[in-house]
């Protein structure tokens, strides 16, 4: 499967930006969960939320809960972050994740993942 991730700019503090990711392939109707994680520069990469994609089941990080909201398209392989009321410490490169393979419920583990966009960058600053 494919993931393409876009969306992401530079925004001021406060701002608002809506990402997006888009699975691809044949394989992509084997998706089991879809997820978003982040790294900053120099720092690990930081799990974002997931989603349960049957279900709609979702887990958001206590780091941006009430500020980001996952959802998805109801008939298409598409995920979207929308971001409300963003910081500074929000600026990362954001990486969209799917799991064909474990079927871990939920996981916030990257290892738990065996597909990976390219990331799409995320800067506010005033």
């Known amino acids: 499967v494919q993931l393409v991730e876009t969306g992401g700019g530079v925004v001021l503090p406060g701002g608002s930006l809506r990402l997006s990711c888009e699975a691809s392939?044949?394989?992509?109707?084997?998706?089991?969960?879809m997820a978003w994680f982040r790294q900053a520069p120099g720092k690990d990469l930081e799990f974002v939320s997931t989603?349960?994609?049957?279900?709609?089941?979702?887990v958001v990080s206590d780091s941006v809960k009430g500020r980001f909201t996952v959802t998805r398209d109801r008939h298409k392989d598409l995920m979207y972050l929308q971001m409300n009321n963003l910081k500074p410490d929000d600026t990362a490169t954001y990486y969209c994740?799917?799991?064909?393979?474990?079927?871990?419920?939920?996981?916030?583990?990257?290892?738990?993942?065996?597909?990976w966009g390219q990331g799409t960058q995320v800067t506010v600053s005033s």
């Open positions: 994740a799917a799991d064909r393979l474990k079927n871990s419920i939920l996981s916030e583990q990257p290892g738990d993942y065996d597909s």
């Open positions: 392939g044949d394989s992509a109707i084997n998706i089991l969960s």
């Open positions: 989603m349960r994609w049957r279900t709609w089941d979702t």
